[in-house]
């Protein structure tokens, strides 16, 4: 078992300043079209909605960033996700019940599914998802720039393995858009 601590830290936005200062979503499309997961899961885009349309429905995000900090410096970034997963959980679990508690939507997930074993997504034959009220896009399929979000809202680096060893720590970003005047974690 991999020992880790986490740390969590919101901030809440408007969705108006957060589209305008954040959001790139030609240069952040390019990146998702050379992802193997593009247009073959059901959390990936290319969407069948118009992302900004849907966003600006609401007045506020509330930003969640767990920091995730492994106690043994030197793993392999091949265990990732290993760490990632029991947060990426909580969290899915967590966002799906504020956003039925306060009508909100939620964007979470990095990476891959959860929901259905990986590579086997129905999106890839035309079928409809298997969960559809559990899979939510990431705020990074939404075209919003990951890395500034944490470096400029959190003053947090968004680190990257080297020579295939773990960064000093994992972040995971998620967001809840809602229309309350304030939401708490």
């Not at 247009?39 to 995000?61: I, M, T």
């Not at 969290?91 to 990476?111: C, H, I, R, T």
């Not at 409809?128 to 990431?138: A, E, N, Q, Y």
Request: with cysteine; proline share 6%; aromatic share 10%.
């Amino acid at each position: 078992m991999l020992n880790y601590s986490t740390q969590y830290y919101t901030k809440q936005i408007s969705v108006s300043e957060y589209l305008n200062h954040y959001r790139d979503a030609e240069r952040f499309g390019t990146y998702c079209k050379a992802c193997p997961n593009y247009a073959k899961s059901w959390a990936c885009p290319p969407f069948g909605f118009d992302v900004e349309q849907r966003l600006s429905q609401y007045h506020n995000l509330l930003l969640i960033v767990c920091k995730i900090t492994p106690s043994d410096t030197a793993l392999p970034i091949t265990v990732s996700r290993e760490l990632i997963r029991p947060e990426r959980i909580r969290l899915e679990k967590k966002l799906l019940d504020l956003e039925q508690q306060y009508n909100a939507l939620s964007a979470a997930y990095v990476g891959s599914c959860l929901h259905c074993p990986e590579g086997t997504c129905t999106r890839a034959n035309g079928l409809p998802c298997r969960h559809p009220k559990c899979v939510r896009p990431s705020l990074e399929g939404y075209g919003f720039d990951i890395s500034r979000t944490t470096k400029e809202l959190f003053g947090l680096d968004l680190l990257w393995g080297k020579d295939g060893h773990m960064p000093e720590y994992l972040l995971l970003v998620c967001g809840l858009f809602h229309n309350e005047k304030h939401i708490q974690l």
